[in-house]
T-cell receptor, first 114, second 114 residues
Framework: AQTVTQSQPEMSVQEAETVTLSCTYDTSESDYYLFWYKQPPSRQMILVIRQEAYKQQNATENRFSVNFQKAAKSFSLKISDSQLGDAAMYFCARPGGSNYKLTFGKGTLLTVNP | NAGVTQTPKFQVLKTGQSMTLQCAQD?????MSWYRQDPGMGLRLIHYSVGAGITDQGEVPNGYNVSRSTTEDFPLRLLSAAPSQTSVYFC?????????????FGEGSRLTVL
């Protein structure tokens, strides 16, 4: 079975500091996409960032960036200058079995302390 | 911009009752799916569809039925509700585009089975 592992059930960070959320996955594919989704208390699922596996360059979206290590099958999310609004559950996801069915990790609950 | 619309947002059922969670999208997405979210389990795929008339099982399909008669609608039916089906349900859709497509989520439906 295709799996996605988020080893940190909970993390906390001070406002304005940097935090890294980890994610590892398994795959037999050579070309695929990886995603980080955010779920704030409103319950809405929001795409944070997307990485194409064939691209060497790590994806960046404003304060959010990834550290993608293809050989290690690692896909961590770095949040810089953390803000109170970043407090949420974060899910790592990758296509499982076909390119459009996403398999999600169990999530990391991020708390941002003022 | 309606996006993905789920109804109802909250529902309480008694064991053995049946109900249908409605999902509609107005983005002409080929792919639609249903996930359930339980504490500590992340999101797990129940059923999915790659187009009208085509459905398939995900990771946790037992106790649920789906149909896809139109591109826009993808209802999820609980045939005989059980307490184990107490969960938050999400409908999500995307383009079929080599896995690059972002999944767009509805706001979720919280179901409680007594």
């Amino acid at each position: 079975a295709q799996t996605v592992t988020q080893s940190q059930p909970e993390m906390s960070v001070q406002e304005a500091e940097t935090v890294t959320l980890s994610c590892t996955y398994d795959t037999s594919e050579s070309d695929y996409y990886l995603f980080w989704y955010k779920q704030p208390p409103s319950r809405q699922m929001i795409l944070v960032i997307r990485q194409e596996a064939y691209k060497q360059q790590n994806a960046t979206e404003n304060r959010f960036s990834v550290n993608f290590q293809k050989a290690a099958k690692s896909f961590s999310l770095k949040i810089s200058d953390s803000q109170l609004g970043d407090a949420a559950m974060y899910f790592c996801a990758r296509p499982g079995g076909s390119n459009y069915k996403l398999t999600f990790g169990k999530g990391t609950l991020l708390t941002v302390n003022p | 911009n309606a996006g993905v619309t789920q109804t109802p947002k909250f529902q309480v059922l008694k064991t053995g009752q049946s109900m249908t969670l409605q999902c509609a999208q107005d983005m002409n997405h080929e792919y639609m799916s249903w996930y359930r979210q339980d504490p500590g389990m992340g999101l797990r795929l129940i059923h999915y569809s790659v187009g009208a008339g085509i459905t398939d099982q995900g990771e946790v399909p037992n106790g649920y039925n789906v149909s896809r008669s139109t591109t826009e609608d993808f209802p999820l039916r609980l045939l005989s509700a059980a307490p184990s089906q107490t969960s938050v349900y999400f409908c999500a859709s995307s383009y079929l585009r080599d896995g690059a497509g972002e999944l767009f989520f509805g706001e979720g439906s919280r179901l409680t089975v007594l």
